[in-house]
């Protein structure tokens, strides 16, 4: 099941190719069958999903979470990754960019354009911060970690795991690379400390919805 959430991990690179033309109708599609692949993964494995990381959050996971978004944007804004690809001669392109949705253009009506919100919104504050952080916390950083990964306990996950994440950030968001290999960093900082697996998932869960209000807000598609 925890190998199964590898889906969300490379599903962003595959949402872009069938984006690319910027269709409503495939848009829409896309995002919905994104969110029920998701929902169906974690209904699936929903039972050894509470035997092995039982419902325990701290407050300071709120905190890492706005933290998070503030970390995010800030970065975005400067736009490192476009001026060090500058420097180095290359084209910032190389790097890849989002779907950069604009649905205010891309959908005529309301019902369609709130439709398509709803359902991305659930899919940034909801089902993806549950289905990556399984991935991440649940499989990768404990297979990399001991031959019996199934056995590892989080609280017995040690410091490698930021590395482990932060590459995998890179390696996901390569537009982004910056941002997203601190982000993650933090993220499995705040598991170190509390050893609390959905603490990971709230603060997963405000950073995105922070994110999406943010876009929508100051109209920076390229970060959707």
């Known amino acids: 099941m925890f190998g199964a959430s590898l889906v969300v991990a490379v ?22 069958v994104r969110l029920a692949i998701i929902g169906l993964i974690v209904c699936w494995g929903f039972s050894r ?12 996971s709120f905190a890492i979470g706005f933290l998070g ?5 800030l970065l975005c804004r400067l736009n490192l990754e476009s001026q060090i690809m500058s420097f180095l001669g290359l084209s910032p392109e190389l790097l890849g960019e989002r779907s950069a949705i604009n649905p205010w253009e891309l959908y005529p009506s309301d019902s369609s354009r709130y439709l398509f919100l709803t359902i991305r919104f659930t899919l940034l504050i909801l089902a993806v911060p549950i289905a990556e952080e399984l991935f ?4 990768l950083i404990r297979y990399l970690a001991s ?3 199934s056995e590892l306990t989080i609280d017995r996950i040690g410091k ?4 482990v994440t932060a590459a995998y950030g890179i390696l996901t968001h390569p537009s982004e690379w910056i941002a997203a290999g601190i982000w993650f960093a933090l993220i499995t900082l705040l598991m170190l400390r509390t050893k609390r ?8 869960g405000i950073t995105n919805g922070i994110l999406g209000i943010y876009i929508i807000w100051f109209q920076d598609w390229r970060l959707w």
């Open 136 to 139: 991440l916390r649940g499989f």
């Open 11 to 32: 599903w962003e690179r595959v949402e872009i190719q069938l984006v690319a033309n910027q269709s409503p109708i495939v848009v829409t599609t896309v995002a919905c």
């Open 49 to 60: 999903v509470k035997a092995t990381f039982p419902f325990q959050i701290t407050p300071i």
């Open 147 to 149: 031959p019996d990964w």
């Open 69 to 73: 978004a503030a970390i995010w944007i």
């Open 160 to 163: 490698s795991a930021i590395a």
């Open 197 to 204: 697996f959905w603490d990971c998932v709230i603060a997963h």
